[in-house]
């Protein structure tokens, strides 16, 4: 405590927001130089710097869901190799058994050093567009075992001493259907890791190793006050909320994720052990992800503005149950896990909204919708394309949803239609809103997105992972649940497919594919909505007149005007 007393909070200040620099400089490298679509332009990512301990420093504006794994990859590395981590060596795993989330998204670490001294390690995540396995993009829903996923590596050296493993890169080269597509993805995520260490090596140098070391612990410490002292505000008490994915991933059927959470004096304990046993299909979690996901909710819920460090997730404890869609054990199948992710999310949400009522916002579309086509161009070459499909916002306290912006829990973002036609393919024949897809309230659930794609290449794998065509995303405060997701698959001779929610199928050229997402749920009374915010929406084609004057008792004139229907 005596070093402590030493440190001068405007310089703690100063350090904080240049490590943070340092982190959202990664994610712009790794924006600039990445070359498959879904790190590129979906932007599902992130970048993180840690101290020489491992504890999180700072993190990038990029996937919430990913950071809160970084502790366990970075305690797995840490047992692995300890005293023998060396400089300019760089680490890479995907291992889901051994601090990974699921095959797809690699970690890539790199330990920091002023001469021989360890000072800390630069470290990304990235959602790679293919990693092998049984179909293009690896991310099938009815992969039923971690062997039809895709190669699996342990923590690995990708560089020792500045110097590439090649044996590695050959592994890796034999086991993805486009090396250079992955090859670029990881070249990005190291220069990410390089750029980060001078800048590293650089703020150490001007503050002394030492010294950078006691600011580095003090931040930390910081933010772990601030979020317990803003928890003990909270209400002592203990909520329960459950609700449920609509597929094992295989077939339609209920999966319930339930949710204990507790207050106690400043702490929060999220208890996940009453969710569904592991199920047939590819959603089951790791215990880092749904921590992760835990982490997000309550860092939500927070009204105080605290520094990205490991800090935060002192105060909140996460139980798990081993076999459970939350803990996965061998020989588990986990890449599609992410849709489970955001249903902890809201499972938790939906306790705190009981504990919180003034602070949590009904669900939003239920996590970003993934379609994957895989097929080969007509001059022969093999292509991947990995679509993100993100977009709404449940009703909050304050305000509407939003429209069209990602899940708050992703950040990643919708593929520019002029990418996806000039690289791929496809042609995206339809992007956009769909009018009365949002929960009613005082305050309205954000619209649907509507995306549709025609396919131009025979024989192409389509993989679908969307939700939330069973269960609506719940309004909170009387508000009213979004609409359901749909998938439709339309042939060039007019008749017409609904798919599940989650499949992997083989379409031909000419085959349309329509996907709709949930719209977000509302919050509050919808009698009591401003009925000149409700003429706004209907003016502005996001609510018909008669959905006006249905789900809120507004009259909408065909001049603007409104009023309040009589009773």
């Known amino acids: 405590m005596a070093t402590r ?3 001068d909070p405007v310089t703690l200040q100063i350090v904080g927001n ?3 620099s340092i982190a959202d400089e990664m994610a712009t490298t790794i924006c600039r130089t990445a070359h498959s679509t879904v790190v590129r332009d979906g932007m599902d990512f992130s970048a993180v710097v840690c101290d020489a301990k491992g504890r999180t420093v700072a993190q990038a504006v990029s996937v919430p869901f990913h950071l809160g794994s970084i502790p366990a990859a970075m305690e797995r590395l840490l047992e692995h190799y300890g005293k023998r981590i060396r400089p300019s060596d760089v680490y890479v795993m995907n291992d889901p058994f051994d601090g990974g989330m699921h095959l797809q998204d690699i970690f890539v670490f790199k330990p920091v050093h002023l001469g021989e001294e360890l000072i800390g390690f630069t470290c990304t995540t990235a959602h790679h567009g293919d990693v092998g396995g049984r179909l293009p993009g690896s991310s099938a829903c009815d992969n039923t075992e971690i062997f039809q996923e895709g190669i699996r590596m342990p923590w690995l050296r990708l560089y020792a001493e500045g110097e590439p493993v090649e044996d590695v890169f050959k592994l890796i080269e034999a086991n993805v259907r486009i090396p250079r597509m992955t090859f670029g993805d990881l070249g990005a995520q ?4 390089s750029v980060a260490e001078r800048a590293l090596v650089a703020l150490a140098e001007r503050h002394g190793v030492e010294p950078l070391a006691e600011l580095m612990d003090a931040l930390i410490d910081y ?3 601030l979020v317990r002292q803003e928890i003990a505000s909270w209400p002592d008490v203990t909520a329960s909320f459950t609700d449920h994915l609509g597929s094992d991933g295989v077939d339609v059927c209920d999966v319930p994720i339930t949710a204990h959470v507790t207050i106690a004096d400043d702490e929060v304990t999220a208890d996940l052990t009453d969710s569904a046993p592991m199920v047939r299909g590819s959603l089951n979690s790791t215990r880092s992800f749904v ?4 982490y997000q909710a309550v860092r939500s819920a927070l009204t105080v503005d605290v520094p990205n460090t490991a800090g935060a997730f002192r105060p909140i404890h996460i139980l798990t149950k081993p076999g459970t869609i939350a803990e996965v054990v061998m020989p588990g199948a986990s890449s599609m896990r992410g849709v489970t992710g955001f249903r902890v999310l809201d499972a938790v949400n939906g306790a705190l909204a009981q504990l919180l009522p003034d602070r949590v916002a009904a669900a939003g579309e239920g996590g970003n919708t993934l379609a994957i086509f895989g097929a080969e161009r007509p001059e022969g070459e093999r292509f991947i394309f990995y679509e993100l499909i993100v977009g709404t916002w449940g009703g909050t306290p304050q305000a509407d949803g939003n429209d069209g912006l990602t899940n708050p829990a992703s950040l990643a973002a919708n593929i520019p239609v002029e990418v996806a036609e000039s690289e791929y393919p496809i042609v995206v024949e339809r992007y956009g809103l769909v009018p009365d897809s949002g929960g009613a309230g005082l305050h309205r659930g954000g619209l649907a997105i509507e995306r549709v794609w025609r396919c131009l290449t025979p024989r192409t794998s389509l993989i679908v992972r969307s939700d939330r065509a ?7 405060a009387g508000g009213s649940p979004g609409a359901l997701s749909v998938n439709r698959l339309l042939h060039p001779d007019g008749t017409e497919e609904i798919l599940p929610p989650m499949f992997s199928i083989e379409i031909e050229a000419g085959d349309v594919y329509d996907h709709r997402t949930a719209g977000g749920g509302g919050w509050g009374d919808p009698f009591e909505r401003d009925p000149a915010a409700v ?5 502005n084609e996001k609510v018909s007149r008669e959905a006006a004057l249905r789900l809120y008792g507004v009259v909408v004139a065909e001049d603007g005007t409104a009023e309040r229907r009589s009773v």
Request: charged share 15%; proline share 7%; aromatic share 4%.
């Open 5 to 7: 007393a030493r440190v």
């Open 18 to 20: 240049a490590l943070a």
């Open 190 to 193: 190291v220069a990410a890791c």
């Open 223 to 225: 933010t772990e006050r």
């Open 291 to 294: 921590q992760a996901c835990v």
């Open 470 to 476: 069973k269960h609506p995303p719940y309004g909170l």
């Open 535 to 539: 003429a706004a929406d209907v003016l």
